[in-house]
């Protein structure tokens, strides 16, 4: 199936080892991951006054994602008002489809007790939280109901400064961490009570109050973990390696999926080729704030699930990849095709594709239907976005050639046996396409009836020689903004 992909994170993969405090052989216990495991659910809210809700998201949600095997699904509401009431809290049972809920939202004048009453009650019940940063400021309803939910009571903060971070504790929540690190300017919360179900675990000095306030914490309220910081007003902090693995961490922590040694546990544990794709171009390309929520991976760097086609003897996955590859003994006569189960009409596709052996094309096919030619039932009649050699676009099965290499622009800038970076735009009867940063087709097909949903498919050519063709990345967002995003629509 395909999976959730949220805002980018390139530095996601690099990161993928000190953010989650894997070093050693600790590293090698991400390929204990199960394949047959769910991914956890994290639900994320955000929103509300007086921070960049938009850059934190991308950081915390990538990072997530990009550490461990989780799906985090993304509420985003109320702008930058102070009484805005985040719409799934007034539903039954609101959290049941989540394993944590992150709170990173700012609705300090959303003062209702009964209101208040449908959040905390969810995670009374058992649904494990994080909380972070202003969200020890919301729902200042006239009693502590919030704040023994959170585990601290913070009446407010002081002025913005860089202040050092000190661990006071051994918690697994704290590993790869130094005894000390700085915070770069932030906003240091004061903290009037630490409530008797929460530990501090790391503290900093308070330049108003002249003492230490606790700034990372846990709490057990009622059956649910909390994990607690008041660190992380400016996106500079949130950005940082030790936030974001404290984060991810944390967040692993209050769901029950967080070892000893400060890594995953198996069953969320990442395989190699899940990191990989977690990190890849596709996932770092910026989408419009609209598109992220509706962005998907085809292909999760694990297995095909997803997919269909002749899959043996020609497809696999290696290292994170797609394969397509054929010997000169079971060479297809006909193009062979690995099918999307989905059909899919307007989108965009963000990928990644290699030549390695042969001289072969390869493409992408779209707008058409699995087609057996020949005896070969994972063929494909529709349309062709070729690539590397002879790009271009071709019609499978009826018109052949419908557009050449325009202008030559995809040969100039294209990688005959490297990784190409391209972006597919296909809406209504038009396709344009992007290569390496550079927008090198724009075509309308003069036969609009001809474009119709279909599943997309990876081409391994027909071919007589030994050949392989490797495919990457494969985000996917249906009925995008009308313009490319990795370069300059052409004229």
């Known amino acids: 199936m395909p999976t959730a992909v949220r805002p980018p994170l390139r530095l996601a993969v ?65 702008g930058a008002s102070v009484d805005h009431r985040i719409s799934i809290y007034s539903k039954p049972d609101w959290s049941k489809s989540y394993d944590v809920v992150f709170h990173n939202e700012c609705f300090a004048n959303v003062k209702d007790p009964e209101f208040l009453k449908l959040i905390v009650a969810e995670h009374a019940k058992g649904t494990p939280a994080v909380v972070m940063h202003c969200a020890m400021h919301c729902y200042r309803a006239g009693n502590d109901d919030w704040f023994e939910f959170c585990g601290v009571t913070s009446p407010g903060h002081g002025a913005k400064y860089e202040y050092t971070a000190t661990s006071i504790a051994d918690h697994p929540t704290l590993k790869g961490l130094p005894k000390e690190w700085a915070v770069p300017k932030d906003e240091l919360y004061f903290i009037d009570a630490v ?227 391209m972006e597919i735009l296909a809406i209504g009867d038009r396709i344009r396409f992007a290569v390496n940063g550079k927008a090198v087709l724009d075509w309308t097909d003069p036969k609009p009836e001809l474009c119709e949903s279909g599943p997309i498919g990876l081409q391994l050519h027909s071919n007589q020689v030994p050949q392989e063709v490797r495919f990457r990345g494969l985000v996917l967002v249906e009925d995008p903004q009308d313009a490319l995003l990795t370069a300059s629509p052409t004229p």
């Open 195 to 421: 409530w008797p179900t929460a530990t501090p675990l790391v503290e900093a000095m308070s330049r108003e109050r002249k003492k230490a306030q606790a700034v990372v914490w846990t709490n057990q309220y009622g059956k649910a973990r909390v994990f607690g910081t008041t660190i992380g007003h400016y996106p500079e902090t949130v950005a940082t390696p030790e936030f974001l693995g404290l984060a991810t961490r944390g967040t692993l922590w209050a769901a029950g999926k967080l070892q000893d040694d400060g890594t995953p546990s198996a069953d969320v544990a990442l395989s190699p080729g899940e990191a990989k794709a977690a990190g890849d171009w596709a996932g770092s390309v910026n989408l419009p704030p609209e598109e992220q929520a509706k962005s998907v991976r085809l292909f999760d760097g694990r297995d095909l699930d997803g997919w269909e086609g002749n899959i043996d003897p020609y497809w696999t996955v290696e290292d994170g990849e797609i394969v397509g590859r054929n010997t000169a003994d079971n060479a297809p006569k006909v193009s062979t095709y690995l099918l999307t189960k989905k059909p899919y009409r307007n989108f965009r596709l963000l990928f990644e594709g290699k030549l390695v052996t042969s001289e072969m094309h390869s493409g992408v096919a779209l707008w058409g239907k699995k087609f057996d030619k020949d005896g070969e039932a994972s063929s494909y009649q529709g349309h062709l976005v070729m690539f590397p050699s002879g790009w271009g676009l071709y019609d499978l099965f009826r018109r052949n050639s419908i557009s050449g290499d325009q202008q030559g622009q995809a040969k100039a800038v294209g990688k005959q046996h490297d990784w190409n970076q």
């Open 14 to 78: 690099c990161l993928l080892l000190t953010v989650i405090g894997l070093t050693g052989n600790a590293a090698g216990r991400i390929m204990a991951a199960d394949p047959a495991a769910r991914p956890l659910e994290v639900l994320y809210i955000t929103g509300g006054c007086c921070h960049d809700y938009d850059a934190q998201k991308k950081l915390l949600v990538g990072a997530l994602e990009s550490s461990a095997r989780i799906r985090t699904t993304v509420i985003h509401e109320g």
